[in-house]
């Protein structure tokens, strides 16, 4: 019995390695996929599109702040266990002398239960180690994440604590950009681009890109407007998409939306639509709750 354990063991890690390669394969693809794209709208735009200097250098400062929030999200760690905050909070622990849990031996359909645990640390099943309140374990990533929002394929990795805010002004420059590349088309217009097609058939120069380039940025601007929507909806509610499946009341939603925002991407001053690190007195581990923390909840932190 011992010897087919340990071959269901290396059976099992061999697996996991070879998802890890293929899922890493897959990010990569992704990214240059959205990179591509990225590029080719500018080129299109500047070589294409011919636009007037002054809207090139609109377009040019959004387009600088949309790809600078998509690499700031990409290259971020979104709060895995090798993080600062992750890691001092377990040196906050140990130097409390903090109970610590044990892994847990009830069935799988109870200790892997998901729902609201304020305050308390939890136990990874998949990454046998704990982890702080409001972290969860991604699957395609094959780690726990703080305050995990979702894992999103357009970067390859998990959307975090310390990256969610890169995310949202990902979505919003990304939707501003697009929308000036439609508006501010030259030779052609964007009326005479939306019938683009009957130049196509004629087989004039550029019709066929311009036309990819257009439909492109529509379907862009769309997708990234109704994200970059539904994301500040949600971060006003200081809910993540992986909690809102949970039932009963959000424990940390605040009584004022512009909290529940702030906390997230810091005070509204002109770093607040700036990809850079937000200010913000909160780690990612403990977060402040609609009601008082009790004794018990506080030695989780």
């Given amino acids: 019995g011992r010897h087919l354990t340990e071959r269901q063991y290396i059976m099992q890690a061999q697996t996991t390695r070879d998802n890890d390669k293929m899922a890493s394969c897959v990010a990569t693809f992704a990214v240059g996929v959205v990179l591509f794209t990225f590029l080719g709208e500018w080129w299109i735009y500047h070589v294409v599109c011919t636009p007037e200097l002054y809207w090139a250098m609109v377009f040019n400062t959004l387009f600088t702040l949309a790809i600078w929030s998509y690499l700031a999200t990409l290259l971020t760690d979104p709060g895995s266990n090798a993080c600062t905050q992750w890691k001092e909070w377990n040196m906050r622990r140990l130097a409390k002398n903090a109970p610590r849990l044990e892994p847990p031996t009830g069935e799988?359909?109870?200790?892997?239960?998901?729902?609201?645990?304020?305050g308390e640390v939890t136990w990874c099943t998949a990454c046998s180690h704990e982890r702080p309140e409001r972290a969860?374990?991604?699957?395609q990533c094959g780690r726990c994440v703080l305050r995990m929002d979702h894992?999103?394929?357009?970067?390859?990795?998990?959307?975090?604590w310390r990256n969610h805010k890169y995310f949202l002004l990902m979505n919003w420059w990304s939707f501003w950009t697009c929308l000036v590349f439609l508006l501010s088309l030259r030779r052609p217009s964007l009326v005479q681009a939306i019938g683009a097609i009957e130049v196509v058939?004629?087989?004039?120069?550029?019709?066929?890109?311009?036309?990819?380039?257009?439909?492109?940025?529509?379907?862009?601007?769309?997708?990234?407007?109704?994200?970059?929507?539904?994301?500040?909806?949600?971060a006003s509610k200081n809910v993540t998409i992986v909690e809102e499946a949970f039932k009963g009341d959000n424990p940390y939603r605040l009584p004022s939306s512009l909290d529940n925002l702030r906390q997230l991407l810091g005070p509204i001053d002109w770093q607040f639509l700036v990809p850079l690190p937000p200010k913000q007195p909160l780690s990612g581990t403990a977060f402040p709750l609609?009601?008082?923390?009790?004794s018990d909840e506080e030695d989780g932190t």
């Fill in 290 to 294: 609609s009601r008082p923390r009790s």
């Fill in 201 to 234: 058939v004629e087989g004039t120069q550029y019709s066929t890109v311009l036309l990819v380039g257009v439909a492109s940025a529509g379907t862009f601007m769309c997708v990234t407007g109704g994200m970059f929507a539904s994301s500040l909806w949600m």
């Fill in 108 to 118: 799988p359909s109870n200790v892997n239960a998901r729902g609201w645990k304020p």
């Fill in 151 to 160: 894992h999103c394929p357009w970067v390859g990795g998990c959307i975090g």
């Fill in 136 to 139: 969860h374990h991604c699957r």
